[in-house]
């Protein structure tokens, strides 16, 4: 079955761009998904980007993805002490009506 | 509009007792997840359905762990007897093909298990 992998830790001063990447398994993801998680909360789509485009950007997120070394990558640019969470990064497939593979998510700590 | 609901929030049971999670997807979203996350790692989907019908419950463990959505709204995954490795975030999730074009998820906060 897939696998996603993420490294666990990143660790940046406020003001700074933050880069997260992924690594996946299955090329025959159909989407590629960035995920949220804060504390004590669920989870929350930041931002998604179909597997026949290699670049998305929304705000201050920027995703790239290069599909045939099938890595994601996440840039939060100016990034704020408010980003500090954890960052999933999952994988879905059209035909399989929603069903995702998690990573294990990235640690993001901003320093002010 | 309201978010997955999910209750309680945090449970502590003693070994070998039952537990059990309620969770109230989206109102309108047909497919309900339910996911078990483990201290530092991702979610790992226990069973999900489609309207009442479980389609993929593969990863359930069978032999303790039960779950139903009887009218197709909300749901409830229980755990009979319970063991120390059960201890986890217990989260539910909903989604809808007719209201996206990307099959997001809508996870609730989770239930925090811990089993002594």
């Known amino acids: 079955g897939e696998d996603v992998e993420q490294s666990l830790f990143l660790s940046v001063r406020e003001g700074d761009s933050s880069v997260i990447n992924c690594t996946y398994t299955?090329?025959?993801?159909?989407?590629l998904y960035w995920y949220k998680q804060e504390p004590g909360a669920g989870l929350q789509l930041l931002t998604y980007?179909?597997?026949?485009?290699d670049m998305k950007q929304d705000q201050r997120l920027t995703v790239l993805l290069n599909k045939k070394d099938k890595h994601l990558s996440l840039r939060i640019a100016d990034t704020q002490t408010g980003d500090s969470a954890i960052y999933f990064c999952a994988a879905g497939f059209e035909g399989n009506a929603g069903k995702s593979t998690f990573g294990d998510g990235t640690t993001l700590t901003v320093k002010p | 509009e309201a978010g997955v609901v999910q209750s309680p929030r945090y449970k502590i049971i003693e070994k070998k007792q039952p537990v059990a999670f309620w969770c109230n997807p989206i109102?309108?979203?047909?497919?309900l997840y339910w996911y078990r996350q483990n201290l530092g790692q991702g979610p790992e989907l226990l069973i999900r359905y489609e309207n009442e019908e479980a389609v993929d419950d593969s990863q359930l463990p069978k032999d303790r762990f039960s779950a139903e959505r009887l009218k197709g709204v909300d749901s409830t995954l229980k755990i009979q007897p319970a063991e120390l490795g059960d201890s986890a975030v217990y989260l539910c999730?909903?989604?809808?093909?007719?209201?996206?074009?990307?099959?997001?998820?809508?996870f609730g906060p989770g239930t925090r298990l811990t089993v002594l």
């Open positions: 999730a909903s989604s809808s093909r007719h209201r996206t074009t990307n099959n997001e998820q809508f």
């Open positions: 109102s309108g979203h047909n497919t």
């Open positions: 299955d090329s025959s993801s159909t989407y």
């Open positions: 980007i179909f597997s026949n485009m």
